[in-house]
């Protein structure tokens, strides 16, 4: 019985151990370019989009890189501090709000790095 209790533990501790590198997409909204790590345009159209984004209602259902975002209230809780600008050329992403979680998702993979 200890035997396994200890191993429960060792995997408990590990898993959280690894969960601090899994991508997240807990995102605060910054008012400055230069606090942010990336640049955000919004588009008009999914189609000129590189990522499809649904905002999402608890920080635990944004898991993962694929678009589902948590807009957080305060930087510090954040993974990736955002800007929204208002000129497609001075973005680093171009994003489309979707009304389903399930149509979020990368639509240009080469810019995946950026939300990492």
Excluded: C, H
Excluded at 28 to 34: A, G, L
Excluded at 49 to 59: C, E, F, G, M
């Amino acid at each position: 019985m200890k035997k396994s209790l200890s191993l429960f533990w060792y995997f408990l501790t590990v898993l959280l151990f690894l969960s601090q590198w899994l991508p997240a997409q807990k995102v605060y909204s910054t008012d400055s370019r230069y606090d942010a790590d990336v640049t955000i345009y919004v588009t008009d159209s999914k189609y000129d989009a590189d990522l499809l984004v649904y905002k999402v209602s608890s920080q635990y259902e944004a898991d993962g890189n694929e678009g589902l975002w948590f807009f957080t209230e305060s930087k510090y809780d954040a993974d990736k501090k955002v800007y929204f600008t208002t000129s497609k050329y001075d973005a680093d992403l171009l994003i489309y709000f979707v009304d389903s979680k399930y149509e979020a998702g990368w639509r240009n993979r080469e810019r995946i790095y950026l939300m990492y």
